[in-house]
């Protein structure tokens, strides 16, 4: 069985604290485009600007009613940020509250990416 490319369009800024492993938790609105997504599928973040993909796999799926109940339930460093109202900010802006949401939203638990570093030890080279 051929497994479903899962494929999750997002801006430049939340991309790029995707990449930086900045962001462990990603949150937004559980659309019926997410309701097939299991944890250890690997879904492929594009950044809508320049069209450029990471690959993270989804470690954990959690579903709460509303934005809020999720920003008061989860710690704001793991979804990149200083504080909640710097996520409630942003939530507001990408998502408004006039727009009625039947599935309420989800926070998707990413693996941080998989980055090996070069070393100098005494002039030999290796990875970390």
């Keep these: ?3 479903q490319k899962n494929v ?12 930086g492993g900045q962001r462990k938790i990603d949150i937004r609105p559980y659309t019926p485009n ?13 950044n809508i600007e320049t069209g450029t993909t990471t ?4 470690k954990g799926i959690a579903l709460f009613a509303d934005f809020e109940t999720l920003i008061n339930s989860l710690p704001p460093e793991m979804i990149g940020y200083r504080d909640r109202e710097e996520i409630r ?7 408004p509250k006039s727009q009625p949401n ?3 939203v989800c926070a998707l638990f ?6 090996k570093k070069r070393m100098k030890l005494n002039s030999l080279e290796r990875s970390a």
């Design 1 to 3: 069985m051929l497994q």
């Design 8 to 19: 999750i369009r997002v801006y430049p800024f939340s991309y790029n604290k995707i990449l």
């Design 34 to 46: 997410l309701h097939h997504l299991r944890v250890g599928d690997e879904v492929e973040y594009l």
């Design 55 to 58: 690959l993270r796999e989804i």
């Design 89 to 95: 900010i942003r939530v507001e802006r990408l998502y």
């Design 102 to 104: 039947e599935f309420g």
């Design 110 to 115: 990413i693996e941080e990416p998989n980055i």
